[in-house]
């Protein structure tokens, strides 16, 4: 990182007075001691005490798809995106991470003393685990993302939260899937398995048993304490890279099968090719400018620092660039935070704006040397016209451009 | 990681049938789809779809220390407990962080729009910096534990919240120091910066030049959002690996100057020799086991994980090891997570208790290749009798026992 940081500075500074170079005159000379703001303060109440609090001047929060306050047509299905325009580093806060259910606006409340988790079908010992029973196994704690497949950029769209907001990262901790397959005896000839949640309609997934024996986690905490309501509580099954839809929240079962199983969540997934269903679920390579991104405003030309967040089904993010020029050229971003397999990393780009309007534009590739595409490469690959009404089949991971206006205010440029 | 849980599945599953060996029994043998629980559910309202809250079976929370909901005898000095026995993974959740506090339980609730950074004294060009200029600035995202030097066992203390919970470990956010400081022009002859807040007592600490040039931040985000009321927002000096004092919250004014100066926080600091002041401040090789630790209750014989954190404000963790006779052996500890400089790694052992009275331990060795001591070894160095009195000079990082009697209770061994 710091030799990263280093050529950001070179960047940063280059071309006469350090100061001017900055902010463009915005950082003031001291001539003295700045005055000092009237200091307010809040008493410390016993709630305080036992769990903090962000200050009230910190508002971000999470929308709704299309600001729905209610489950949309579908009938249950519910959508909350995590506002990404704010955000920095890689963690996504628990209470900020998207939520997308199929169980309405209805968060299943579940004593964990009274949960279990039984893993049966094709295996020589099946066995129900309590939640005291897994937490004495070998622990692992991983940063992975998730990320819905509706997750897709409008040309309506006002801000990065409502393009991409149903993406976020936690750090992990839970016991490996294969672990406790190990335990139970896998027996040849099975091929799959079937996750299940304890809620009405069972949230159940199909997964290919080599990726169960390989990544999976059956985890428990979430940045560094239980997982919250909304994500799955007390359990979840983490299918790393995988879309949203699999990662089968207040798991309960996990049934080990010799065939791809349909499901109550299927109903976009319905393939006759059970291997290019499999194959369909993982996360392509993507990435997005978090900064500056639409609805924000520049203050004038000057130093900025490009920021966003890229990710990849594939593996780790290998390279990141980014485009000040609507994609004719490109340079290689930096990372903030470490790359880890299937977890956003923050990438940053120092840039001089000269206050004329552009496009930026970023764009991922990932250890396997998977390139994220543009919507006219996604449109040639499918074979259809580039129109506003082409919409990606299966998970949308296309660059988004957004167009910087001479004021500084920031557009969805959705090409 | 991988190769790390294989060591740890051998382990495991060893000597004999892979079910008796995982919980002595306590795992069931499924014979049919386990009773269901019925189903509780809590609907969503708009404040828990803006930001999501824990599940109310979860209770973990910080205490006060010696359970004081008020400022003790000194007047104002406050300390709020992380309950690091229910701590999973490496990230501390920011409503969890420790406080300690020279202000008593009011916390400053300061508008970031009003609020400003200047640096000045020795340099060229003194500058005062809005929060906006600071973030159109080459941003760095680095994990980092705070400590305070006061965290130390004792005795009478029942679990490891009490002797261990005044540290915590963030995702921190922010410019680099240097990068300020460069903008500014350090002048010749400067040796030391003073960093102070914008509270009644000014919060102010002397560090080293060399250490403000190095890894410090000035820091706004933490854990992807912006730094917490309790821990400093909008903007916290973090000077990685020095106790929390220096970690100068609210921080609006950086001195350059050239001598180490005496404030408010220096009742624990004063040395004749700023060297040894200067090298005093940097918090030792320590690690504690969180699991499991005094209060917690093993549920028989069997298998386990023994879990916990390492740090050293010298760098990463090189190694840690455990013990679970008292410290006549010891087994190399495996990382669950990535061990980051001057920052919490969370280590495990896969561990099979008879059943027997036993004392568990662990040990940390940092970069610089520094080990932590028992105390009996602090005692020799400082040449002091091994009391129950004798208490560690500055900060305490010995190793700390916890006894495991028969009946599985666990109990701080004082020793």
């Known amino acids: 990182m710091d030799k990263t940081m280093k050529s950001n500075r070179r960047g940063f500074l280059k071309g006469g007075a350090a100061v001017a170079g900055l902010a463009a005159g915005a950082v003031q000379s001291a001539k003295g001691i700045p005055p000092e703001a009237e200091l307010k303060v809040k008493g410390t109440t016993p709630e305080l005490i036992a769990y903090g609090e962000r200050s009230p001047f910190v508002t971000s929060v999470r929308k709704p798809v299309a600001e729905r306050d209610s489950p949309d047509m579908f009938g249950l299905m519910f959508h909350v995106l995590t506002p990404l325009q704010d955000s920095v580093g890689s ?58 497949i509706g997750n897709r950029a409008k040309p309506s769209h006002k801000n990065v939260q409502e393009t991409h907001g149903m993406t976020s990262n936690s750090e992990w901790t839970g016991v490996l899937l294969s672990t406790l397959l190990k335990e139970c005896g896998v027996q040849s000839g099975a091929s799959w398995i079937v996750g299940e949640g304890a ?34 509580f007390p359990l979840r099954l983490i299918v790393p890279g995988f879309e949203g839809i699999f990662q089968t929240k207040y798991v309960r079962r996990i049934k080990v099968v010799d065939r791809y199983y349909m499901t109550y969540n299927d109903y976009g997934h319905i393939n006759p090719d059970p291997k290019a269903t499999a194959l369909g679920n993982q996360i392509g390579p993507k990435s997005v400018i978090t900064y500056p991104s639409a609805g924000q405003q520049l203050n004038g030309p000057g130093f900025y620092e490009i920021s966003g ?107």
């Open 91 to 148: 963690i996504t806060p628990s209470s900020l991470h998207y939520v997308a259910t199929h169980r309405g606006s209805f968060i299943p409340q579940i004593d964990p003393k009274e949960h279990r988790l039984m893993i049966h079908g094709m295996v020589d010992r099946p066995l129900i685990f309590t939640m005291d029973d897994l937490k004495r196994l070998p622990t692992v704690t991983r940063v992975h993302f998730i990320e819905c």
């Open 199 to 232: 809620e009405e309609i069972k949230g159940a997934s199909s997964v290919p048993l080599g990726k169960a024996q390989d990544d999976c986690l059956v985890a428990w905490g979430m940045n560094g304490e239980p997982i919250r309501p909304q994500q799955g």
């Open 309 to 415: 967040l890229a990710w990849s089904g594939g593996g780790a993010v290998r390279t990141v660039e980014v485009s000040t020029d609507k994609g004719q050229t490109w340079k290689k971003a930096d990372f903030r935070t470490p790359a880890f397999k299937m977890a956003h990393v923050r990438f940053g780009l120092g840039w001089k704006w000269d206050g004329k309007e552009c496009v930026i534009l970023s764009r991922c590739t990932d250890d396997l040397g998977t390139v994220q595409p543009s919507r006219a490469e996604a449109a040639k690959y499918f074979n259809k016209p580039l129109t506003d009404d082409f919409r990606v089949p299966g998970a949308d991971n296309t660059i988004q451009h957004w167009r910087i206006a001479s004021d500084g205010s920031v557009h969805n440029e959705f090409v």
